[in-house]
């Protein structure tokens, strides 16, 4: 994290890295949940004190949600679909689901204490990485990329084993909701989150055509962050997609959006041309048009050819007759047709209708 003391008042200042945290310590502090539990969304900027590589910045962007209050699969089966449709909606394929369960903290600490066991049993194998996690952050060394490391971990002790009934019934459920939304999943047992509050359900969607920062959102349930930090105990489950990563995604499947063309580029000259463009201008932005006003002067035909270079489908000329007559001159720049005039009164009505191709 990037972490400082202010210097004007001593204060301890730490950029957000994240955004979950936060959600539930402003939960805790107005009591958001007095009447029930709540979906809150948010996106912003993060930070994190990371190598920089392609994908990977110390300052990104995220979208996130979180659902406060809920313990049930159903809500986890209902964030999960609602990804899936997201990337629908934005064009994108190949993002595919990975999902795990980490069970209860107290599975968990079994389950941590054997693998442990097991990692010490072959310290010789691991590299300095696995080593230093091996006492901090032990679940970690599961999604070591260290080949070596990896063939430890493959004989290591299964957490699937160390669940008990509520966190398999937990798990089942939720799979069967997936499968009856027709949303697909690989289980992946190494699969364990880089943070440290998750429990139960943990699911990432990743896309192979990103190289290795390829995970686009991941997420999981986080049933013990209030009391963590300080709160009446709720359960509660969110995730975070990573912005710059699914416009990678989205440049990749030819899906981003381009530059919008503007509607218009209004072109000025003569005496009281420029305020009536400006009010022109002002107008046709209030309904809703994409519209550059010719800014820093210049001739009739220089003017016309930024016009022409901003690919806007239409000018709109003011000039001193137009004004006198409260009229604009309509020039299509993308097909051949005239030139008109057109009455200031009529001129949103036309432009729509221009714009459409009638
Ligand atoms: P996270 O996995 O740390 O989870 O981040 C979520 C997403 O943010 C990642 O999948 C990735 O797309 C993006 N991301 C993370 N770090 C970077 C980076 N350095 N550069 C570019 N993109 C990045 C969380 O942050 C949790 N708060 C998610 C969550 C919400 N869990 C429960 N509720």
Not at 38 to 57: A, D, F, T, V
Not at 220 to 245: N, V
Not at 255 to 278: C, F, K, N, T
Not at 303 to 329: C, F, N, P
Request: aromatic share 6%; net charge neutral.
């Amino acid at each position: 994290m990037y972490s400082w003391r202010d210097e004007l008042n001593g204060e301890d200042l730490t950029l957000r890295p994240e955004g979950t945290a936060s959600c539930v310590r402003a939960a805790i502090e107005h009591n958001l949940l007095y009447d029930g539990p709540k979906r809150l969304w948010y996106s912003g900027p993060m930070y994190r004190h990371e190598r920089p590589q392609k994908g990977r910045y110390r300052q990104f962007h995220q979208y996130g949600v979180e659902a406060l209050g809920y313990s049930g699969p159903d809500v986890d089966a209902e964030l999960i679909v609602m990804c899936a449709r997201l990337w629908r909606e934005l064009g994108l394929e190949g993002v595919r689901l990975e999902l795990n369960t980490i069970g209860s903290p107290e599975e968990r600490a079994r389950y941590r204490a054997d693998l442990v066991r097991h990692l010490e049993a072959n310290a010789e194998r691991l590299d300095a990485d696995a080593k230093r996690r091996l006492h901090s952050n032990p679940l970690r060394v599961l999604d070591s990329k260290n080949p070596v490391v990896q063939e430890v971990v493959a004989r290591a002790p299964e957490m699937m084993r160390y669940l008990g009934e509520a966190s398999v019934a937990h798990f089942d459920g939720l799979k069967k909701l997936l499968a009856g939304a027709g949303v697909g999943f690989t289980i992946n047992p190494k699969l364990v989150r880089g943070l440290d509050y998750y429990n139960l359900t943990v699911f990432e969607w990743i896309s192979d055509s990103l190289g290795a920062q390829g995970t686009v959102c991941g997420g999981g349930r986080y049933d013990g962050l209030f009391a963590q930090l300080g709160g009446k105990p709720a359960p509660a489950i969110g995730f975070a997609m990573g912005c710059e990563r699914l416009v990678a995604l989205m440049r990749d499947s030819g899906h981003a959006p381009g530059a919008r063309a503007p509607d218009a580029y209004v072109v000025h000259q003569g005496e009281g041309a420029l305020e009536s463009a400006l009010a022109l201008s002002d107008s046709l932005r209030s309904a809703g048009f994409a519209v550059i006003q010719h800014a820093g002067g210049g001739s009739f035909k220089s003017q016309m050819k930024k016009a022409d270079a901003s690919g806007a489908r239409l000018a709109l000329i003011v000039g001193e007759d137009e004004v006198r007559a409260s009229e604009v001159t309509l020039k299509p720049l993308r097909d051949g047709r005239p030139q008109r005039r057109e009455s200031c009164a009529t001129l949103t009505a036309r432009l729509a209708q221009l714009l459409e191709g009638n």
